[in-house]
């Protein structure tokens, strides 16, 4: 078990700025993806983008023009 722990064991102070960088990166997209999952997954939320379903396809109407 403690081959285990030292596995995931972090040497903050070691950490470069492109580490740092990373980390807080990979953190606040994690986040944004738990917020995007939230509201696109609430059925309240559901009436607001069935409305907007078919935006992709009227864009490729006007391309044919």
Known sequence: MNS???HFETDWQAM???DWIGTV?????FLLMI???F???RPKNR?????K???PFD???LDQD
């Open 4 to 6: 285990l722990l030292d």
């Open 47 to 51: 009436e607001r983008l069935e409305a």
């Open 39 to 41: 509201q696109v997954f």
């Open 25 to 29: 990166l990979t953190v606040v997209i």
């Open 59 to 61: 864009e490729d109407e």
């Open 53 to 55: 379903k078919h935006i």
């Open 16 to 18: 470069t700025t492109n």
């Open 35 to 37: 917020l995007a999952y």
